[in-house]
T-cell receptor, first 114, second 112 residues
Framework: AQSVTQLDSQVPVFEEAPVELRCNYS??????LFWYVQYPNQGLQLLLK??????LVKGINGFEAEFNKSQTSFHLRKPSVHISDTAEYFC????????????FGKGTRLHILP | DSGVTQTPKHLITATGQRVTLRCSPR?????VYWYQQSLDQGLQFLIQ???????AKGNILERFSAQQFPDLHSELNLSSLELGDSALYFC???????????FGQGTRLTVV
């Protein structure tokens, strides 16, 4: 079975500073990887996804993530955060080439400090 | 707008009651997923349907059931409700080849 661990439940960071949200996954088969964002009182929105190919994936709002198969990680980064990035971020995994359920981590709440 | 529609947006009901949450997936999507989000449990996968058939089951209580109809919309039925069932319930859908899921805005259920 697949599982996802988000190592930080909350991350405070100053506005315009860089941020990294960490995600590790576990799976015995090849997987797709995702980062979703949830703004207050809203549903989940896809930030970016890794399906295959280049291990560096660029998403919306200036976010990017790097797939590292040897470390089974998929960390999310942004070089300079804005107050509007305040949200909860979820890392997720699904088995590759299967119309399969997506398993989510517990989420990381990003606090942007002025 | 993700294209996934959930109704109602809010629901307040008493303990012991039964409610039905409805989800219309994006046009063409065959998979529908249900998730429960609460403060203490995070985002929990409940159940997945693919083209009308149950495909995967997660942490879904026996008091809860779901189905997907021929037009691909889905309903989640919650019965004998308890205070602890208060949560956000999300529906998501994905295409026939899998990949990312698109989420609805959720139904906030409050059991009093």
């Amino acid at each position: 079975a697949q599982s996802v661990t988000q190592l930080d439940s909350q991350v405070p960071v100053f506005e315009e500073a860089p941020v990294e949200l960490r995600c590790n996954y576990s799976s015995s088969v090849s997987v797709y990887l995702f980062w979703y964002v949830q703004y207050p009182n809203q549903g989940l929105q896809l930030l970016l996804k890794y399906l295959s190919g280049s291990t560096l994936v660029k998403g919306i709002n200036g976010f990017e993530a790097e797939f590292n198969k040897s470390q089974t990680s998929f960390h999310l980064r942004k070089p300079s955060v804005h107050i509007s990035d305040t949200a909860e971020y979820f890392c997720a995994v699904a088995r590759m080439n299967r119309d399969d359920k997506i398993i989510f981590g517990k989420g990381t709440r990003l606090h942007i400090l002025p | 707008d993700s294209g996934v529609t959930q109704t109602p947006k809010h629901l307040i009901t008493a303990t012991g009651q039964r409610v039905t949450l409805r989800c219309s997936p994006r046009s063409g999507d065959l998979s529908v997923y249900w998730y429960q989000q609460s403060l203490d449990q995070g985002l929990q996968f409940l159940i997945q349907y693919y083209n009308g058939e149950e495909r995967a089951k997660g942490n879904i209580l026996e008091r809860f059931s779901a189905q997907q109809f021929p037009d691909l919309h889905s309903e989640l039925n919650l019965s004998s409700l308890e205070l602890g069932d208060s949560a956000l319930y999300f529906c998501a859908s994905s295409g026939p080849l899998g990949g990312e899921a698109f989420f609805g805005q959720g139904t906030r259920l409050t059991v009093v």
